[in-house]
């Protein structure tokens, strides 16, 4: 069970507790058993969130279910790593409300997002952890010295074991590995986030580009349009990628297209003006000089 749960209680029973966790609601869940369950020191859900592409991208932090949140499977491991009874949440005033923007640690904050959810933050395709046999370690065949001192998450990776997700880098990832790096992403203190203006940031991005490469692309010779355009996608992606290295996520597909767009559209439009304009050109000429002399 997540420290946070007391909190819970309490603003409950009192009316003028200032925020609440905004967290995904469960209606059931499924356990250990009970004799497993009852040689742990802790435990954590393990669900993740699949976004409307099917894809998986962010682990859940913090789910509520009767009341009471429960901690994702990566925050108990380094929760009960660091010895921690309880995780601290951090709020932020929105308005006339109070959002949960991060889980403290001790030196680190875990940024969340919407509905209490953290970006996996994945460091390559699949196997880029280093995997034992479950059998080898149960055995004593497994190299002690690998896992001397290590965090061990157990788990499958077979596809006839029904752990298999797709992922924006393999259609196939295992689940145990998304738990496995958002645990080394905290640890590591790696987590980006996207931040509540994401969005108007965003929209101020494609107005300034939209007014400028609308009033100066079709004025530019070809040449001229596709530097001016080209500086446009790199300045783009320079300061998308200088969020990056803050630990933001801001949109860049959107951007990246739009100056495509005006870039295709101005081209095409100067293209057919000036084919129409030589038409009209030679069609004039022509009435008044041979058409070899005109062409």
Known sequence: MCAMAPCRRRCLDNKTCPARPSSPHASGYGANLPPIQAAATNAGHITLVVDHDGQVRRVPLLIEFVGDYYEALSLAMVRTLYGLPRITPVFARHGAYDLLEGLALPGYTIPVGANASALVPFRGRKFSFSYASAADAISGRADKEELAGAIVVVGTSA??????RPTPVNNEYPGVEIHATMVAAILDQKLRHSPAYARGMEFLQLLVLGVLLSFTLPLA????????AMLALAATVGVNLAFWQNGLVMPLASSLLLIILI???SMSYVFFFEKRRKQQLSTLFGQYAPRELVN
């Open 263 to 265: 870039f295709v559209l």
């Open 221 to 228: 010779s070809p040449a001229i349009a596709s530097t001016l």
């Open 159 to 164: 596809k006839d074991l029904v752990d298999m």
